[in-house]
């Protein structure tokens, strides 16, 4: 590899852990709303919890959640990246 090939590699790099900086803030931001939620449902009497409302909020609980694990198989992935880019 050439002199201006490892800069734009190492730019590259950069970027990518920046990127990875950005889905674990994301990531972050998922877990304090799906906090929000379970919080909510733990508020509500046990009738609304076996509601609608109950399902409706159970439901955005577990879509975050996997939203969250997604981020997370991203994020090593990225981290894996980085890792064999720095091998280069």
Known sequence: MNANDRTFLKALTARLEKTASYLVSIQAEIETLRNAEQD?????SEGL????TGQNIEAAQE???EAYDSLDMA?????????R???V
């Open 49 to 52: 919890q076996q509601g609608e």
């Open 40 to 44: 909510k449902f733990d508020e509500m």
């Open 63 to 65: 879509a975050l959640d």
């Open 75 to 83: 994020t090593e992935s990225v981290g894996d990246a980085v890792s």
């Open 85 to 87: 880019l720095g091998d």
